[in-house]
């Protein structure tokens, strides 16, 4: 059974940073893209970022390009995202993903329970 | 980038009734599209990929068409357990894009 743990999640203030981390197992980490998607409070899903599977290759949405650090440790089976310069519009419920690539067509089969990011002074 | 539009924004209707939610892209995608079901407090489930296919464990009554820029998800007969937020989703270039969501709300 595939298993995504979140870890990391709290509040910070603006301009200050977190990392989030994403522990995987019941599958074989290394065979595959893993992503961040994040989930304002009551709002619509957002993709933030994704890095392939052997993590030569990184990728972010423009709201959080410059800011946001997606990066993996196959030997550890985890996905870290490491964000600074946290903004208010930065709330969010962050979730783990685990990417499914089949030709063009790319989508999450697993998702993580999510970990809550709360910007505030 | 491409743009997704979900439709209705909210459907209000019955158990046992069919439900029809529509997702339409700003260009032309293909089948390159994935549906996902997502529940109040809890994360999203995906239901279809690759336009038609069903992922493992979703119910017959999930089927999902369409091709180019429209797209549909039916739900054949609402069961209690379906009432919930439908997204559709889609990556060109290794940026993804979901569409807004459709709520599917008990009359």
């Known amino acids: 059974e595939v298993q995504l743990l979140e870890s990391g999640g709290g509040l910070v203030q603006p301009g200050g940073s977190l990392r989030l981390s994403c522990a995987a197992s019941?599958?074989?980490?290394?065979?595959?893209?893993m992503s961040w998607v994040r989930q304002a409070p009551g709002k619509g899903l957002e993709w933030v970022a994704g890095?392939?599977?052997?993590?030569?290759?990184?990728y972010s949405a423009d709201s959080v390009k410059g800011r946001f650090t997606i990066s993996r440790d196959n030997s550890k089976n985890t996905v870290y995202l490491q964000m600074n310069s946290l903004r208010a519009d930065d709330t969010a419920l962050y979730y783990c993903?685990?990417?499914?690539?089949?030709?063009?067509?790319?989508?999450?089969?697993?998702w993580g329970q999510g970990a809550l990011v709360t910007v505030s002074s | 980038e491409i743009v997704l539009t979900q439709s209705p924004a909210t459907l209000s209707l019955s158990p046992g009734e069919r439900a029809t939610l529509s997702c339409r892209a700003s260009?032309?995608?293909?089948?390159?599209l994935a549906w996902y079901q997502q529940k109040p407090g809890q994360s999203p489930r995906l239901l279809i990929y690759?336009?038609?296919t069903r992922a493992t464990g979703i119910p017959a009554r999930f089927s999902g068409s369409g091709s180019g820029t429209d797209f549909t998800l039916t739900i054949s007969s609402l069961e209690p357990e379906d009432f919930a937020v439908y997204y559709c989703?889609?990556?060109?270039?290794?940026?993804?894009?979901f569409g807004p969501g459709t709520k599917v709300e008990i009359k």
């Open positions: 993903a685990k990417d499914v690539s089949l030709w063009e067509l790319q989508y999450f089969d697993s």
């Open positions: 019941g599958f074989i980490f290394n065979n595959y893209a």
């Open positions: 890095i392939s599977d052997s993590g030569e290759s990184t």
């Open positions: 260009q032309s995608i293909n089948t390159y």
């Open positions: 690759g336009a038609t």
């Open positions: 989703q889609h990556r060109k270039n290794w940026v993804f894009t």
